[in-house]
């Protein structure tokens, strides 16, 4: 169930504000009886991070949890999502591609 909250966490909540992750995480995690669940330390270890830190990067939760869903994205998932999105759009072939991002987890 742990990994299911994760996953949810990079697919659903990457682009939400501090305060939609930590209501929604909880949600989730009352819904699944989930009891003492922290994303952080689930998806990486405490050494890890530290290592991030002394790189530079800020240690609040925010940063450290974007660090988390950014190192965790699969370059393969993300190349098949590419496809498939070529292979919807490309027949209607007056398209125009604004923005494109993905999230994927290992």
């Known amino acids: 169930m742990r990994t299911q909250v994760a996953a949810g966490f990079i697919t659903y909540l990457g682009n939400a504000p501090e305060d939609v992750r930590r209501t929604t995480l909880q949600g989730w995690c009352e819904a699944t009886g989930l009891q003492g669940f922290d994303f952080r330390r689930f998806m990486s270890t405490e050494s890890e991070q530290l290592v991030w830190k002394s790189e530079g990067l800020p240690s609040d939760d ?36 604004v923005e494109l991002a993905f999230v994927c987890i290992l």
Request: no cysteine; charged share 10%.
């Open 62 to 97: 925010l940063s450290m949890e974007n660090a988390l869903m950014i190192l965790k994205v699969n370059f393969f998932i993300l190349k098949y999502a590419y496809v498939s999105f070529v292979q919807i759009f490309l027949p209607l072939r007056n398209f125009t591609i």
